[in-house]
């Protein structure tokens, strides 16, 4: 019943910037967190950033994005952003919106998104 669609993928050059958006079908009630995993060819899905849905929005990055990537969350719009700055061509991916809601361990999906950093 829930689903998940990123948007904003595409073409950029080194040291250009893309947002990533994720929007959610539904309003998500259980305890979970929302974010984005990338998985490049040859490469296993790794964790990109996650969110928290509780108070404060506690926010963790991977470190080989941390201080270039900021997820930031609207609930009232029931999405999710993905700033991606200083794009390097290591950052090209498969971009993938997660939704995990903790208690019943259950995890949704987006299709995924492209994003390709080339000179």
């Known amino acids: 019943q829930v689903q998940l669609v990123e948007s904003g993928g595409g073409l950029v050059q080194p040291g250009g910037s893309l947002r990533l958006s994720c929007v959610v079908s539904?309003?998500?009630?259980?305890?979970?967190?929302m974010g984005w995993y990338r998985q490049a060819p040859g490469k296993q899905r790794e964790l990109v950033a996650v969110?928290?849905?509780?108070?404060?929005?506690?926010?963790k990055y991977a470190d080989r994005v941390k201080g270039r990537f900021t997820l930031s969350r609207d609930n009232a719009k029931n999405t999710i952003y993905l700033q991606m700055n200083s794009l390097k061509p290591e950052d090209t991916a498969v971009y993938y919106c997660?939704?995990?809601?903790?208690?019943?361990?259950?995890?949704?999906w987006g299709q995924g998104t492209q994003v390709t950093v080339s000179s």
């Open positions: 997660n939704a995990h809601l903790l208690l019943a361990d259950t995890n949704y």
């Open positions: 539904r309003s998500i009630f259980s305890t979970y967190t």
């Open positions: 969110i928290s849905s509780g108070s404060g929005g506690s926010t």
